[in-house]
């Protein structure tokens, strides 16, 4: 089974910090995906990752970046953490760009900026 | 823009009762269309797979329909379990943008001894 590993299950910041999200998948995918999820707004794509080194913007990438230095894991960076950041972050991973592949999901990180 | 429609209100069933969960969508001709299956603090955990050229598809107590006319996908729990009780959400794929999908808000299920 795909197992996809979120480091933190809660993190608490403050306004202002630099906020990192770790991800990490033990398939060996290509693609990796970090979302942001609120109530009744579902899940919203920030950026994902068809490769190493290789990003691309979401629907709701602004004050988001990422890395992806390694294959197995995907970052999300909070550059400088604002309150409206508070929220359920999900990364998930495919194994490659082909169709009707199902999203693997870690357990998600509830994050809260004060 | 594209949207996806699912029961904003939970959804209360008697166990061993048909539960149906509705999913619509605007402004989209998606290729595929996903269910999963969300527990409380847990991640979405992939449950069916409908392709736009399938109308039925089944897995155990499962059925999930998909009506590219009506822009509409329906879900079907027979014989529903208190088990079965989560957040449910379905999830649009289209075949020129590879494996990226756009999720529903989900719909909470609730079953009922």
């Known amino acids: 089974d795909v197992k996809v590993t979120q480091s933190s299950r809660y993190l608490v910041k403050r306004t202002g910090e630099k906020v990192f999200l770790e991800c990490v998948q033990d398939m060996d995918h290509e693609n990796m995906f970090w979302y942001r999820q609120d109530p009744g707004l579902g899940l919203r794509l920030i950026y994902f990752s068809y490769d190493v080194k290789m990003k691309e913007k979401g629907d709701i990438p602004e004050g988001y970046s990422v890395s992806r230095e390694k294959k197995e894991r995907f970052s999300l960076i909070l550059e400088s953490a604002s309150t409206n950041q508070t929220s359920m972050y999900l990364c998930?991973?495919?194994?490659?760009?082909?169709?009707?592949?199902?999203?693997?999901f870690g357990d998600g990180t509830r994050l809260s900026i004060l | 823009s594209q949207k996806i429609e699912q029961n904003s209100e939970a959804l209360n069933i008697q166990e061993g009762k048909t539960a149906t969960l509705t999913c619509n969508y605007t402004n989209y001709s998606p290729a595929y269309l996903q269910w999963y299956r969300q527990d409380p603090g847990r991640g979405p955990v992939f449950l069916l797979l409908i392709r736009e050229n399938e109308k039925e598809k089944r897995k155990e107590r499962l059925k999930v329909t998909f009506d590219t006319t009506l822009k509409q996908s329906l879900f079907h729990i027979t014989a529903s379990q208190p088990a079965d009780s989560a957040t449910y959400l379905c999830a649009l794929g289209s075949d020129s943008s590879a494996s990226k999908i756009i999720f529903g808000s989900g719909t909470r299920l609730s079953i009922r001894p």
């Open positions: 998930a991973s495919t194994p490659d760009r082909g169709l009707y592949q199902p999203q693997h």
